[in-house]
Each structure stands twice: as C-alpha cells, then as structure tokens.
C-alpha cells in the first residue's frame, strides 16, 4: 500500500525536480511532467485497487466459511500495514468462533442423543406452558404421534390424565424457582405410576421462566413394593397362625390338664405346629435361595423315568394312606436329561403331593415320562414329565396365579391340609432353572394334569 502511494507521488516529483534543475518552463516540459504524472498515477491507482480487490476477496471467503459453519483458507495476509493486521485479526477471530460452533455443535448433538435415549420423558415448556421440546419419552408416556411436532402446544392440553394436568397447573403457578417432585398415578393414557419432577429454567431469550418437566415411571418399581408388602402380610400371617395355636396350647398344658388323653391331643396339635412352621422356613430358604441363585444347578445326565419313580417311592406311603394309586406309567426310551437330580426330587415330590392332597380317596394319581409332543423354542428335541390326579381341579380363573407364593385356591382347606402356598413357586423356579416350561391344565371334579417340558440338554 505504501509503495503504491509513493509510486503516485513518484512521477510528479520527478517533474518538479526536472523543472527546477532546467529553470525551464517551458509547456513541452509541462505537458510531459503531467503526462508522466498521470501514467504515473494510473500505475499507483491501478495497484492499490488490486490490492483492495483481493483484500475483499479473502474477507468475502471468510464470510462464506463463517456462513458455511467451516474454518476459512488460511492465506497468510500481508500484514505491513493497517488493513493487513486488520484482517489478520478477523482471520483468528473467525478461526475461534468455528472452533466454538463446532464445540456448540458436538455439545448440541451429545445432549440431543442422551435427551433422545433417556428412559424418562422429558418437556420443556416456556413461561405460558407452551411446548418448547419433547423427547421421544414423552411422546410414548403421553401417547402423542412419533413424528407430529408439538411446538408451542399447551402442554396441559397433551398430557391428557386430570391428575397430571392439576400437577403441571399447580407447579408452573407457583414461580418461586423451586423444584417440585411428586409421585402422581395416572389412568390416562394407560395405567401407571410417575414419579414427576417440574423445574424452573432460566432461558436467555426470555423474559419470564420456562420449565423442565422429567416423568420417570416407576409402575414396576410401585409393582415390586406392592408385592414384597404383600409377601410380608402374607408371611406375617402364616406365621401367626401355627404361633397362637402353639401359645394357646402350651399355656392350656402349662394350667394343668387333667385328663391324659386331652393333654396327649394337645401336644400333637403343638407338635404338627412346630412342624408347620419348621416347614415354612424350609420351604422360605429353598425358594429364597433358587430367587438369589444363591445354589448353582448340578447338572448331570438323568434318565426321566428314575426321577419319576424316585419320587414316586418317597410319597408311595402317603398316598396309600389316602386311599389312592399312585401309578408310572410305561414310556418308551427316553434319552436322558441334564437335570439337577435333587432339585428333580424336589420339584416331583411337590407336585405329587399336590396331586395327593387334592384328589379325594379312591382317586389315582399317573406319572408319566414321554417324548415331548412338539419340538422346543430352539427346535431342540425334549420331554415331557407328567402328574395327572383325578382329584378336585382348580377353577380356570386361579390356574395363572398358582405360582405366586402363598397363593391357593381354598386357603383354609389348604392350611389344614397342612400346606403353605409355596410350593408351586419353587417348581416354577426349578423349572425356569433348567430352560423348562411348566404347563398345568384342569378341570373342577374332574382332575388335574401338571407338565413340565425340559430340553434333552439344558
Ligand atoms: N393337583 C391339584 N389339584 C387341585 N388343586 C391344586 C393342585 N395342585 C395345586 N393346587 C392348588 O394350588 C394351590 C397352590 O399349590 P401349592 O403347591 O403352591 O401350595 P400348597 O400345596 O397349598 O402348599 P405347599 O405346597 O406349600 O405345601 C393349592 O393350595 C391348591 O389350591
Ligand atoms: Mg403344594
């Protein structure tokens, strides 16, 4: 630049130097110092304007970078004047501000994935209730469209269950910054329970505040509370009975009493409740220890039909005393099974148990092993091991819940019978073990048949 200027001043100078070393005034002289001058001039003019055009050419392609969101050509500038630093300056400051955008930009689609991928539905809203953002949560937990957008929608109007509506009225009228959590339990648009939080936030465009709304649903969590309160009622409750019959007695006995044979009965109804409840826990400690995997299964090749007549051997007596059959019936080869003998034992022992306790006298109990009639998930050959009574059967409304612990179908009569509901949840829990299905079919008066299909190897 400052060449170019020198060089227009150049030839005038030159002139005048010309003019004062001849005195000659002469307009020859005159006519070429301005001829000089001019070409002069023109030279000067036409350098600084390239200059100026490929100074506006760098600062057009650092605009487009910026508007392209990408970092400029880097031409180093000549930067011995003014306007060189100048754009040198505006050449690093672009540099940071794309190095910002792009750090703004990977930060925007971090927190977009993880706002996508939350399991909690999550609503920003502006100061009026206004939707401002939803995640795909939200849209699930609220029943909306998957792709529709709900941009400046009241969000009172989309979350359509009244409870959940008074929640977000109340919270959003109360602007004194604070957070507000509730546990609120929805019918609309399906049953559940969410745990709801609303949060004031501050947004830099606003005036007034906006608010964050998170719903974690917590139907499981509320479900798994439920059960293990009902567990514990029903615990508390098993365990009382055979306690007050025993406290009874043993103060009745402790009285005095005085006919031998009274006091005889008494000690066999103490004795029977003492192993009541000796059994509750056992029974509480196996199923316990199946739930926590606490025992590995010891897997080993079992021929289905000694599990069976093992069985069968233990609880012969027992059904001879009730006055019924207990049969196994003939099955072909069978291959044996990667079954856990004892926890075999286990679960057959039960479910003829089951079989005698349920089948009035005369009635039969058959056990049979045969080849699976259908091939497993996988395609995999298996067995099916069977207990059929002729007994009572069970109403087809409790069929679905026999597994739950403690659950039975006439409490008192299964009581008496001296049983305490858990026994066909640790069949399900042996079943399970081995990659079985257990299958149980029934009808009232007429019998029941119990199967458990296992894979040929587990
Ligand atoms: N073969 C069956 N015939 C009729 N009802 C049955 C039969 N098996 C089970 N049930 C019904 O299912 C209920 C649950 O059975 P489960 O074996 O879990 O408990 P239980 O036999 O009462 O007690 P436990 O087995 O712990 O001694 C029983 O109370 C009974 O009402
Ligand atoms: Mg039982």
Known sequence: MAAAVAAGFLPPALALVIIMTT???SPAWTMLAIGVGAIGGGVAAWGISNSIIDRAERIEALAAALRAHRSPAHVIPDDSDAMGRAERDLLQATDAVIAEIGALT???????????????????????????????????????SPDASYQGRDFVELCRDPRLQEFVTDSTAGANGEIIAAEVRIQNPSPRYLAVSAAPVKRASATRM??????????QLK?????????????????RTPLSALYGY???????????????????IIEKQAKRLARLVDDLVSLSNLERGLNPLKLEEV???SILEDAAELMRERAERSGIRLETSDSTDLPPIHADRDKMHQLFVNLIDNAIKYTPRGGKVTLIARAASHLGNNGAAGIEMVVADTGEGIPAADIPRLTERFYRVDRARSRELG?????LAIVKHIVQLHHGALNIESRVNEGTTVTVSLPVSA
Do not use: C, S
């Open 419 to 423: 049983g305490t509901g858990l026994g």
């Open 303 to 305: 021929a289905p039909r």
């Open 250 to 268: 043993a103060e009745t006995l402790e009285r005095g009493v005085d006919d031998p044979d009274t006091a005889k009965r008494f000690l066999g």
């Open 223 to 239: 479900t798994y509370e439920t059960m293990r309160a009902d567990f514990v009622a029903n615990l508390t409750h098993e365990i």
């Open 106 to 144: 990977e930060q925007r689609d971090e927190l977009g994935a993880i706002l996508r991928n939350m399991t909690e539905a999550v609503v920003v809203t502006g100061a009026r209730g206004e939707v401002i953002l939803l995640n795909n949560q939200a849209r699930k937990t609220f029943a909306l």
């Open 23 to 25: 005195g000659a005034h």
């Open 210 to 219: 906006g608010w964050l709304f998170v719903f974690h649903d917590i139907t």
